[in-house]
């Protein structure tokens, strides 16, 4: 029986690439000269520092075009609220999103439920979700109607078996 999963996952080289290179470009560039601006990889999130509000927001732009640069997508960026720091500076914090959790596995499996397709089948499995179905065409359309779905997170399918 033809089968799938669906995952969440992220490249953490590409983002330590990404992370790199934004903290190298905010290093050369001008504006940003004086402003003793950081962006660092910490365990699971990405740190953010800048003299001022909107200096965090250039910086979270650079940050955003190196991680798409590299093909890693913003959805799997959870931003937390922007913090005032000592000596009026700015801090902002964004999480790294990896596996699905079980709300979101709920709304996938409610979701490929909803496609109404014969024979077709999902369970969850720890952070991913396995599709199981008796023709491969079926299968094909629920990948097709999973990468349309808006779930807020990134998803990859993998282990396709015929």
């Known amino acids: 029986m033809p089968s799938f999963d669906v995952v969440s996952e992220i490249n953490l080289q590409e983002v330590r690439n990404a992370v790199d290179q934004a903290a190298r470009e905010v290093r050369t560039r001008f504006d940003f000269k004086g402003t003793d601006s950081v962006v660092e990889l910490q365990d699971g999130a990405i740190k953010l520092e800048s003299s001022t509000e909107d200096r965090l927001a250039a910086l979270v732009v650079v940050l955003e ?25 700015s801090r902002q914090l964004a999480g790294l999103r990896a596996g699905i959790d079980s709300d979101r596995a709920r709304t996938l ?21 396995r599709v199981t179905g008796k023709k491969r065409d079926a299968l094909q359309e629920v990948i097709a109607a999973l990468k349309t779905a808006d779930l807020g997170i990134p998803l990859q399918f993998t282990n396709f078996r015929d």
């Open 65 to 89: 075009e190196k991680l798409v640069r590299r093909k890693v997508s913003l959805k799997s960026l959870d931003w937390g609220t922007v913090d005032e720091a000592s000596g009026s500076r």
């Open 109 to 129: 499996n409610r979701t490929i439920k909803d496609l109404g397709l014969k024979g077709v089948q999902s369970q969850t499995q720890g952070d991913q979700v």
